[in-house]
């Protein structure tokens, strides 16, 4: 079931925390049945890469909620993926939404909403695509389409500095915090029941909420966990991942034409460099 322990470094980003304020998101839609594992292999058996010019030659039969532009749906509190510069969403699923649209020769336009919406959005044409650091599970496979995966994804566990909590093992019984419908909210409630799990609208919130002793530990994505230990004096990343998982775009099941355009371009994407580019200058270069 929990995948790969990998020694994870946690090393200082220059993130700011951002903590955001609350707003309401809607219970989460589906339960968890899934497994990191099962994710993966649905992942790696997704649809298959069209083969693709790179000229924006899908452009023609490719149908978007407005025309000329491709719409992405994502949740801006989730650094280096996505978060707010000024009052501009940038970082890496911004960078390869971009590139994407450039490939299909559309514009780019970003829409910022609760993470909990996403896949709603999607579905209901409200935006083209998902991307938002967003793990593929079966659950959610039944909702929605999911593109190739673009970057590997690890739910770590972030304490204090004095805590007793070593290891995943230690958290039966303690009070787990998490962002609401995220996958380390899955699979916290699902390994140490619902009434140990607190969930927040925002993973700053969570962190918030260990910082003032609410909670015992956080389960998040390795990324946004290191920006938060970077930026919170006392807190530290235990060195044992939780699960480990694969991002993509989701994308509705009534647009396999987009699927198929984007899971060319991605796959242009990922042979010419330009992925492991975008992964590198806001992941392995701060
Ligand atoms: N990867 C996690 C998930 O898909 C969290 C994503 C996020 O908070 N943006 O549930």
Known sequence: MKKALSLIIASVLGFTLLTGCGS????????????AGAAQSAASSGAAG????????????????????????????????????????????PDIAQAIADK???????????????????????????????????????NINFSDSYAEGVQLIIVKDDSDITKPDD???????????TTGDIYASQDYGDDNVEKYNKGADAVMALIQGKVDAVIIDREPAKSYV?????????????????????ISKDNEDLLNAVNGALKELKEDGTIQSILDKYINSK
């Open 24 to 35: 309401s998101a809607s219970k989460p839609s589906e339960t968890a049945s899934g497994s």
């Open 50 to 93: 069209a083969a693709s010019s790179g000229e924006k030659a899908e452009t023609a039969s490719v149908k978007t909620v407005e025309d000329g532009v491709l719409t992405m749906a994502t949740n801006a509190y989730f650094p280096p993926y996505e978060y707010y510069d000024g009052d501009k969403v940038v970082g890496i699923d």
């Open 230 to 250: 970077a930026a919170n004096k006392g807190l530290k990343l235990l060195d044992t991942s939780y699960v480990t998982e694969n991002y993509a775009a989701c």
């Open 171 to 181: 958290l039966k019984g303690k009070k787990i915090g998490v962002q609401l419908s």
């Open 104 to 142: 299909l020769g559309l514009k780019l336009k970003i829409e910022d909403m609760e993470f909990d919406s996403i896949i709603t959005a999607v579905q209901t044409g409200k935006a083209d695509l998902g991307l938002a650091g967003m793990t593929v599970t079966p659950d959610r496979l039944k």
